[in-house]
Every structure is written in structure tokens, then in C-alpha cells.
């Protein structure tokens, strides 16, 4: 239950980072926030991924019932791994744009 509550920790933190970047939709697009949004939904993401999964761990085979819930949580949390970016592209993205490069 400490390594679900630290990974649960992780989400919190990266969405709160997410949002704080947000600046309530006040702000002009700038590439070092796009940096943050995106690192942000990667950790976000993952994050989510590996806390539903100390859950289901924690709960054993009966997680994988529907009555659960947890089931169903871990079949929607991987859908965010497909939102725009992927990981692998946003490290790309946010690697260039470290590097002083054209982030595409």
C-alpha cells in the first residue's frame, strides 16, 4: 500500500504541475510550456499506469473482476499512454528543445 500511495503521490504531483502551467488558459504558447505540458502527461501517465497496477497487485485476482472496478480502471488508465504525445515522441520533442534545436 506505501508503493501505491508514493506512485499515487507521482500523479498528483505531475497534475498539478499540468494545471499550475496552465495559468487558468492565461498565457501565451511558448515552446518551454509545451516542454512542461508534455513531460507533465508522459509522468502523468505512467504514473497512473503503475498506481492502478499496485492496486490490482494489492487487490489479487479478484481486481480483474468487473465488479471491481480496478479492471476497469486499468483498461482506461493504458489509453493515456496513446494520447498525443507518446513518450517516445515527447522525449524527442522535449530533448531538442533542451538542446536549443526545433523541437520538430
Not at 498539478?16 to 510550456?33: C, G, H, S, Y
Request: charged share 25%.
Amino acid at each position: 500500500a506505501g508503493e501505491l500511495g508514493n506512485e499515487l503521490f507521482v500523479a498528483r504531483t505531475a497534475w498539478n504541475a499540468i494545471v499550475d502551467n496552465m495559468a487558468e488558459l492565461d498565457f501565451k504558447p511558448t515552446i518551454e510550456r509545451a516542454c512542461v505540458a508534455t513531460e507533465g502527461k508522459t509522468v502523468l501517465a505512467e504514473a497512473c499506469i503503475r498506481t492502478v497496477s499496485k492496486a490490482m497487485e494489492l487487490a489479487g485476482g479478484g481486481a480483474f473482476f468487473r465488479k471491481s472496478g480496478i479492471e476497469r480502471l486499468m483498461r482506461d488508465v493504458r489509453g493515456a499512454q496513446y494520447h498525443p504525445l507518446q513518450a517516445k515522441r515527447q522525449h524527442v520533442f522535449t530533448g531538442r528543445a533542451a538542446l536549443g534545436l526545433e523541437p520538430m
